[in-house]
């Protein structure tokens, strides 16, 4: 019944549907006021949902009557049949019953897997029932998080339902790319290291020469130090930046390599 608390002034059925083109005029009114027809008979359901949602689920019995309504209502167009579906599924979940929330969440996808609110809702029910893996839900939830503006239920609600699930995915694949990139550096360092300390080494220990025509190499061999210390800082500065990522930057990478 919380979920029901959250929902927000937005209004799914407001959105309107583009329909396919169809070829010639007649076929394409038709089609039009079709669809404006399964909007309406739609919104209707949708804003009696919406003002009378706690009498609705105030008993099972009441609640069962509606779903049963909304099952049974004659659409034609996809795009609104994946809206009722989601309806149904919004209402299962409600009253628990998840298994056939689930389903309906499907069929909502199956009709309109553009719209990112029955992703999300349907990769809370997946990490519910545990139909995927943790990764492929998290990947799901921050794609369409990202897309969501407005929804049913309020982005606050997906949040809180997958941010657990986020975040442990997120965090493995923050561990294992500050690994590779540790590991990175320090096989880089086995190089550079070295061939400081003994670049130091001979400029530290360098004898001048004391003769009129002697070469002095002292200056050439700092020099070399420098090019050689702003290498190694190129190198420091990259490890750096591999792995010093706010949260949102490591869930973008984490989106990124999926």
Same mark, same amino acid.
């Given at each position: 019944?919380?979920?029901?608390?959250? !929902?927000? $002034?937005?209004?799914?059925? #407001?959105?309107?549907?583009?329909?396919?083109?169809?070829?010639?005029?007649?076929?394409?009114?038709?089609?039009?006021?079709?669809q404006?027809?399964?909007?309406?008979?739609?919104?209707?359901?949708? @804003? %009696?949902?919406?003002?009378?949602? @706690? @009498?609705?689920?105030?008993?099972?019995?009441?609640?069962? #009557?509606?779903?049963?309504?909304?099952?049974?209502?004659?659409?034609?167009?996809?795009?609104?049949?994946?809206?009722? *579906? =989601?309806?149904?599924?919004?209402? %299962? *979940?409600?009253?628990?019953?998840?298994?056939?929330? *689930?389903?309906?969440?499907?069929?909502?996808? +199956?009709n309109?897997s553009?719209?990112?609110?029955? #992703?999300?809702?349907?990769?809370?029910?997946? +990490?519910?029932?545990?139909?995927?893996? $943790?990764?492929?839900?998290?990947?799901?939830?921050?794609? +369409? !998080?990202?897309?969501?503006?407005?929804?049913?239920?309020?982005?606050?609600? %997906?949040? #809180?339902?997958?941010? +657990?699930?986020? @975040?442990?995915?997120?965090?493995? /694949?923050? $561990?294992?790319?500050? $690994?590779?990139?540790?590991?990175?550096? =320090?096989?880089?360092?086995?190089?550079w290291?070295?061939?400081?300390?003994?670049?130091? =080494?001979?400029?530290?220990?360098?004898?001048?020469?004391?003769?009129?025509?002697?070469?002095?190499?002292?200056?050439?061999? /700092?020099?070399?130090?420098?090019?050689?210390?702003?290498? %190694? !800082?190129?190198?420091?500065? *990259?490890?750096?930046?591999?792995?010093?990522?706010?949260?949102e930057?490591?869930?973008?990478?984490?989106?990124?390599?999926?």
């Amino acid at each position: 019944m919380g979920t029901l608390s959250q !929902l927000s $002034s937005s209004d799914l059925g #407001n959105k309107e549907p583009k329909g396919k083109k169809l070829v010639g005029s007649i076929h394409s009114g038709m089609a039009n006021e079709v669809q404006r027809n399964d909007e309406r008979v739609f919104q209707e359901y949708l @804003d %009696y949902f919406k003002q009378n949602k @706690d @009498d609705i689920f105030s008993n099972k019995d009441k609640a069962e #009557n509606f779903i049963s309504e909304l099952s049974n209502v004659k659409i034609t167009s996809s795009k609104i049949k994946a809206k009722v *579906y =989601f309806l149904i599924s919004v209402c %299962y *979940y409600a009253v628990e019953e998840t298994s056939l929330s *689930y389903d309906y969440a499907i069929k909502a996808v +199956n009709n309109d897997s553009t719209e990112s609110e029955f #992703n999300l809702l349907l990769a809370v029910l997946e +990490n519910k029932l545990k139909t995927d893996t $943790s990764s492929s839900i998290a990947i799901k939830a921050l794609i +369409n !998080l990202k897309g969501l503006y407005f929804s049913l239920l309020g982005k606050t609600f %997906y949040e #809180n339902e997958l941010r +657990n699930t986020i @975040d442990g995915e997120v965090a493995k /694949f923050k $561990s294992v790319k500050v $690994s590779e990139a540790r590991n990175s550096f =320090f096989l880089k360092s086995l190089f550079w290291v070295p061939v400081l300390i003994f670049t130091l =080494f001979k400029y530290v220990n360098y004898v001048e020469p004391s003769g009129w025509f002697s070469f002095n190499w002292k200056p050439f061999i /700092f020099m070399i130090l420098l090019v050689l210390g702003g290498c %190694y !800082l190129i190198v420091i500065n *990259y490890f750096i930046k591999q792995v010093n990522h706010s949260s949102e930057e490591w869930e973008e990478l984490f989106i990124n390599e999926h």
